[in-house]
């Protein structure tokens, strides 16, 4: 049974940065792609950010968010520079049962975490 936890949310000001975390147990860490995805209000979940046998990034948070792991750790972050308020949301992190799988789709993973909420006030 994989289980996840991210980390690190809160409410922050317009154009400040967070670092979430998730650490992961239950899988080989290495060897799984691993995602970040957000959810805002009345929204559909959508896809932010992947790495495992490649790294891909929302056209929304490229040059401001920084996906990185820790395989030792086995811990996923996500490095968010320059908040917006468009980017208050909740985000989940995600493991997949593959390495080379592009990430950018939900129905590529298996395992979610319970999310943590992000909140940047304008």
């Known amino acids: 049974q994989v289980q996840l936890r991210e980390s690190g949310g809160g409410l922050v000001q317009t154009g400040s940065s967070l670092r979430l975390s998730c650490s992961s147990s239950?899988?080989?860490?290495?060897?799984?792609?691993m995602g970040w995805f957000r959810q805002a209000p009345g929204m559909e979940r959508e896809f932010v950010a992947s790495?495992?046998?490649?790294?891909d990034y929302a056209d929304s948070v490229k040059g401001r968010f920084t996906i990185s792991r820790d395989n030792a750790k086995e811990t996923l972050y996500l490095q968010m520079n320059n908040l917006q308020p468009e980017d208050t949301a909740v985000y989940y992190c995600a493991s997949s049962p593959y390495f080379y799988v592009n990430g950018i789709v939900a129905a590529e993973y298996d395992y979610w975490g319970p999310g943590t909420q992000v909140t940047v006030a304008s």
């Open positions: 239950g899988r080989t860490f290495s060897g799984s792609t």
């Open positions: 790495t495992g046998g490649f790294t």
